[in-house]
């Protein structure tokens, strides 16, 4: 049983296009995340949910908007894409902060968005 | 200023000799957690540990242990007679109580086993 799941594992689109990648996770987690893995293997962090709620938008354009329909899914989509959209497109998700900090994140294996 | 360094950026080692993994982080708070990630070629990310601050026990789970020391603000991992599996990238990261709602992650230490 896939605790985080993407889908796609691999996406090849064309620069302009608009495209979504969904991540479920049967954890029970009320909080989920999405990163950014660039070719030097940075992670970076984009948006943080918990519980349907958007808790951080880091500087990302506004072409990415997160979705949450519910605590067990969180989509990216991305509109108008760029050459330097391709990356790693990383969903995680996590219990709430606990006593000393964000607690475990889980990793789903990832989207690889190459844009030509 | 980077919170967590990893300054080996790439090592490659022997198989069946033992490596440590660097990581310094940077916090000003009394409590939080550090973590280990690992990242094998196939991409996915793999939890492999998580400390708390007031937990200073190393930690061995087989030919892998860790060395938190807080003197040092260090959290170091050795793998033990690695293998060519242990061929990785290894990401450290530090989660605070009372700052900011992420994870600060390491660069990553690229592990190379060689046969």
């Known amino acids: 049983d ?3 799941s993407q889908t796609p594992k691999y996406l090849v689109t064309q620069m302009g296009n608009d495209k979504s990648i969904k991540c479920e996770q049967n954890l029970g987690h009320d ?5 950014k893995q660039d070719s030097k293997k940075f992670l970076k962090i ?5 519980n349907k709620e958007l808790i951080i938008n880091e500087t990302v354009p506004n072409r990415f908007s997160p979705k949450s329909p519910d605590k067990a899914h969180l ?3 991305i509109n108008s894409l760029e050459l ?11 219990q709430p902060r606990g006593r000393y900090g964000l607690e475990t994140q889980y990793f789903g294996p990832g989207t690889r968005l190459l844009v030509l | 200023a980077q919170k967590v360094t990893q300054a080996q950026t790439e090592i490659s080692v022997v198989e069946k000799e033992d490596v440590t993994l660097d990581c310094v982080y ?3 708070d009394t409590t939080y957690y550090l973590f280990w990630y690992k990242q ?3 991409g996915e990310l793999v939890f492999l540990i998580r400390r708390n601050s007031f937990d200073e026990q190393n930690e061995i789970s087989g030919r892998y242990s860790w060395n938190f020391q807080k003197s040092t603000s260090s959290f170091n991992f050795t793998i033990t007679a690695s293998q060519v599996v242990d061929s990785a990238v290894y990401f450290c990261a530090l989660s605070e109580t009372n700052t900011g709602n992420q ?7 690229s592990l190379t086993v060689i046969p």
């Open chain 2, 40 to 42: 094998p070629p196939s």
């Open chain 1, 84 to 94: 330097g959209d391709s990356a790693v497109y990383f969903c995680a998700s996590s």
């Open chain 1, 2 to 4: 896939t605790a985080v």
């Open chain 2, 26 to 28: 940077e916090t000003r």
């Open chain 2, 103 to 109: 994870f600060y992650f390491g660069t990553g230490t």
């Open chain 1, 75 to 77: 989509n990216l989509h």
């Open chain 1, 46 to 50: 984009m948006f943080s949910y918990n």
């Open chain 1, 31 to 35: 909080t989920m995340y999405w990163y």
